[in-house]
Nanobody, 119 residues
Framework: QVQFVESGGGLVQPGGSLRLSCIVAGPISIISDMRWYRQAPGKQRELVAS???????NYIDSVKGRFTISRDYAKSTMYLQMNSLKPEDTAVYFC?????????????WGQGTQVTVSS
C-alpha cells in the first residue's frame, strides 16, 4: 500500500516560517512528479507548487519568492519551505504525486496538514 504522509503544519504568526514534509512509503519503484496543494475554508483546492522527477519546479504567483519546494530522492520525501507567511496562506496542505508501484502507475494523496497563520 502506497502512502503519502504529511507533517509539519501548525499555527504561526504572520511573517513566520514553517516546513512541511511529505514522506512516501510502500512498495515504490518510481516517484514521478510531486505536488503541494492547499484548500482554504470555502475555497477550491489549488495547486501551490510542483517538482518534477528531475527537479524542475513551478509555483503559483502568490507564493513565488516565499515558498520553496524540494525533494530528497534517497528518502522519498518532498518538502515545502514556507517563509514570510501571510494569513491568506491559511489552509489544509496536501501532498500529491504519481508513483509506479507493483508495475502500476497511480496518483496518490496525503491526508493533509493544517497551516494556520494568525496573530
Amino acid at each position: 500500500q502506497v502512502q503519502f504522509v504529511e507533517s509539519g503544519g501548525g499555527l504561526v504568526q504572520p511573517g513566520g516560517s514553517l516546513r512541511l514534509s511529505c514522506i512516501v512509503a510502500g512498495p515504490i519503484s518510481i516517484i514521478s512528479d510531486m505536488r503541494w496543494y492547499r484548500q482554504a475554508p470555502g475555497k477550491q483546492r489549488e495547486l501551490v507548487a510542483s517538482i518534477s522527477s528531475i527537479g524542475t519546479t513551478n509555483y503559483i504567483d502568490s507564493v513565488k519568492g516565499r515558498f520553496t519546494i524540494s525533494r530528497d530522492y534517497a528518502k522519498s520525501t518532498m518538502y515545502l519551505q514556507m517563509n514570510s507567511l501571510k494569513p491568506e496562506d491559511t489552509a489544509v496542505y496536501f501532498c500529491n504525486g504519481n508513483v509506479l508501484a507493483r508495475d502500476r502507475w497511480g496518483e496518490y494523496w496525503g491526508q493533509g496538514t493544517q497551516v494556520t497563520v494568525s496573530s
